[in-house]
């Protein structure tokens, strides 16, 4: 059945090389934990990409009862996790798949340290995947002020704070991120978008670069 | 000039000083496609840092304890301000520290650590001094910085009527 329907496609848009293009590669024996156990430290880039379709997910089931609003917010996120099935769960996947995805992408940014695979041809990969770190920790940073109880509000304050001590822009990046001369009603509007539209693309395009650099490239050879 | 030469120049291929039609169209096509770029983009930015640009709020003065009750132990007095935030507007609640200084002058400090803005309490740790739990943080009376944070705490402008204080806006600290 399902043979036929691919049979039917593949017969009109000839889909198989495209298909062997993305998915059909050989894994090297040495990043193969069949071969060598300790070849499991190279599973974390598939891991951090794991858990960042887990955030997606879930964050875009979120939406459907988040309300960005500061009269509302806490309500519609206290809503969603106590009386909508399986809330807590969705939620759950998102409060605790936020902390994994970093922590993910950080034993993988170790590999590639300790592999010296940032070396010459890939220098440009170690670069996107420092953009991709710093797009996470934007989505991180953002999206816990979302909740917009006393931790999210006062997490966000001394945030803030931080960013505008930088040196000549800290004043400008703080009124941009906050909108007003307090956390309030336009911030939590702000970190909204940027939170479910202004970094969730541009990490999309960066790990589309990633990946393409990765098949261009191919995996870095045994130590 | 004879004959000949005038054949000559006549015949001698013009030097074409317009641009090619390859030259217009690239220019005409980048020129209306940069336009119709910028003229989407730009609103756009221009969208993002209105807060950036838009006008300082005014603060307007609050009436917050009377004159006579002041000492020169700085004592937290609370008070509203109406803020506007966005489409939002509201009643804000806000604290200082109000004090006399040793000129005899009343002054007013603002609780927002200069380290990363938690908010400072007096005299919890030490008996002449603002202390900031997150850090630990330490200010004089004056809210001159002894550890940790960058700078002194910011002051509020002060107003005397009729006995009573009244405080304003924020600004740097004056004092130290
Ligand atoms: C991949 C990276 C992402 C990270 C690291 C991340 C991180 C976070 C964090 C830390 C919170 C606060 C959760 C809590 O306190 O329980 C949050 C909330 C939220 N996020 Fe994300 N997020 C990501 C992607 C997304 C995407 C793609 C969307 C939507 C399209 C989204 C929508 C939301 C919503 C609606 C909330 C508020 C609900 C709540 O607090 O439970 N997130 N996010
Ligand atoms: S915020 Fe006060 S010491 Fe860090």
């Not at chain 1, 293009?21 to 499991?40: G, L």
């Not at chain 1, 950080?106 to 890939?122: I, M, Q, W």
């Not at chain 1, 939170?195 to 990946?211: D, E």
Request: aromatic share 14%.
């Amino acid at each position: 059945m399902f043979k036929a329907i691919y049979n039917w496609i593949d017969e009109r848009l000839d889909i198989t090389p495209m298909w062997r293009d993305i998915a059909d590669h050989e894994v090297p024996e040495h990043v193969n934990p069949a071969h060598h156990f300790s070849a499991f430290v190279y599973c974390f880039g598939g891991l951090t990409f794991f858990f960042t379709v887990i955030q997606i997910l879930s964050g875009m089931f979120l939406t459907m009862y988040y309300v960005p609003d500061i009269q509302n917010a806490y309500y519609s996120v206290d809503y969603l996790q106590h009386q909508v099935a399986f809330g807590g769960i969705v939620r759950g996947l998102h409060h605790w798949g936020a902390s994994l995805v970093i922590v993910m992408m950080f034993l993988h940014a170790l590999r590639v340290f300790f592999t010296g695979s940032y070396k010459h041809p890939r220098e440009m990969n170690w670069v996107v995947g420092m953009l991709l770190f710093f797009v996470m920790l934007g989505l991180g940073f953002t999206g816990y002020l979302l909740p917009w109880d006393n931790k999210a509000y006062f997490a966000t304050k001394v945030g803030i704070e931080i960013a505008s001590t930088i040196p000549w822009i800290g004043d400008d990046i703080k009124m941009l991120l906050q909108g007003g001369d307090t956390p309030g009603a336009v911030t939590l509007a702000r970190f909204f978008a940027i939170h479910v539209f202004f970094l969730p693309g541009a990490l999309l395009t960066l790990l589309a670069v990633h990946f393409y650099m990765i098949r261009k490239q191919g995996i870095s050879g045994p130590l | 000039m004879d004959h000949d030469q005038q054949q000559e120049s006549a015949h001698a291929p013009a030097r074409r000083r317009e641009m090619t039609r390859r030259q217009f169209l690239s220019y005409t096509l980048g020129g209306a496609g940069a336009f119709m770029v910028g003229g989407t983009i730009l609103p756009m930015i221009r969208f993002a840092i209105d807060p950036l640009l838009a006008e300082k709020q005014q603060g307007e003065f609050v009436k917050v304890i009377e004159a006579s009750k002041v000492t020169s132990e700085p004592q937290p007095v609370e008070f509203e301000v109406f803020t506007v935030d966005g489409w939002h507007e509201s009643k804000r609640k806000m604290r200082a520290f109000v004090a006399r200084g040793d000129d005899g002058r009343i002054y007013a400090l603002s609780p927002v650590c200069k380290h990363l803005g938690c908010t400072v309490d007096w005299a919890t740790h030490d008996p002449n001094e603002f202390f900031c739990p997150c850090h630990g943080a330490r200010y004089t009376r004056d809210g001159e910085v002894l550890a940790v944070a960058r700078g002194p705490l910011d002051e509020y402008e002060v107003r005397e009527e009729n006995g009573w204080v009244y405080l304003g806006s924020l600004k740097p600290n004056s004092r130290v």
